[in-house]
């Protein structure tokens, strides 16, 4: 009698161990799917969040603030990693060490490009920075610019234009005329840190760029630079107030906090080379 119980409760545990198994069990096309629903890149969330903030103008029609806290709640946090990067150490500033070579020489080292994607929308990119290299005073017409320093710390100084204009011409040889602007932000930005954002017309549109120790700088930049639109970067030297004075108005602020901007050729010290985007692909 104990033995055909035993058969019986034998063959009950088969049976509910097979079922317990067919339950368990995920066909293949959901397993691959479900192995493939991991959380998309930071990189592509930005890509797709720019896609759906950025027109061919610019911002949307109907600008709110918060796709744009979206995006810069999204940079807030970026990392090198997050974009296939390594953070360069000051003390092995790209392989040379801190004095395996001399100032004048380390100056000479290159800023770095890197593309990640640019359509007639917006452009993702990346500078990587060597020590004391510079990014000479430049403009963003018409458009909004989001940065964030990924790694190390860079020196900004940022200017927007006051309006209405005041131009004046300038005694200086090759600088015909002179523009006042209002100095926006001058100060260091360090790793870890939030997102800066320039607008078309404030937040410091026009700004240089100084590595204070490697760096690297994620931009979304939108609209993209176009010259046959209009949007062409023009780079500026700036003289101080009482440079050219003379009596000019100051509506609000102190002397200081102002300075002339002559247009310049592009500077022949700028020196910029194209790299490789090796972070996470997006998918457009």
């Given at each position: 009698m104990f033995s055909e119980i035993q058969k019986v409760t034998d063959k009950a545990m088969v049976f509910l161990q097979k079922k317990a198994l067919s339950a368990l069990y995920i066909p293949k096309q959901k397993l691959h799917m479900a192995m493939n629903n991991t959380t998309a890149p930071k990189v592509q969330l930005l890509y797709d969040l720019c896609k759906t903030t950025f027109t061919p103008s610019g911002l949307s029609s109907s600008p709110s603030p918060q796709p744009i806290h979206k995006l810069c709640s999204l940079l807030d946090t970026f990392g090198p990693a997050d974009v296939g990067l390594k953070e360069e150490s000051?003390?092995?500033d790209r392989g040379h060490g801190f004095f395996g070579l001399n100032r004048v020489t380390r100056w000479a080292q290159p800023i770095t490009y890197l593309d990640i994607h640019e359509c007639d929308n917006f452009t993702m990119c990346i500078f990587c920075f060597p020590t004391s290299s510079v990014i000479p005073l430049h403009d963003h017409p018409g458009m909004t610019v989001f940065s964030k320093v990924l790694y190390g710390s860079m020196h900004v100084k940022a200017y927007d234009w006051v309006e209405p204009s005041c131009i004046k011409e300038s005694q200086e040889p090759g600088c015909p005329q002179v523009r006042l602007a209002r100095l926006a932000a001058d100060k260091v930005l360090t790793a870890p840190c939030g997102t800066s954002i320039l607008y078309p017309k404030t937040g410091g549109n026009l700004h240089c760029f100084t590595a204070v120790?490697?760096?690297?700088?994620l931009d979304v930049l939108a609209p993209p630079y176009r010259e046959d639109l209009g949007r062409k970067c023009t780079y500026y030297v700036d003289y101080p107030y009482s440079a050219f004075g003379n009596g000019a108005q100051i509506s609000n602020g102190k002397?200081?906090?102002?300075?002339?901007?002559?247009?310049?050729?592009?500077?022949?010290?700028?020196?910029?080379?194209?790299?490789?985007?090796?972070?996470?692909?997006?998918?457009?």
């Open positions: 000051p003390d092995d120790t490697p760096c690297a700088v002397e200081e906090e102002y300075a002339w901007l002559a247009e310049i050729e592009t500077p022949d010290d700028l020196y910029m080379r194209s790299g490789v985007y090796v972070g996470p692909s997006i998918r457009v």
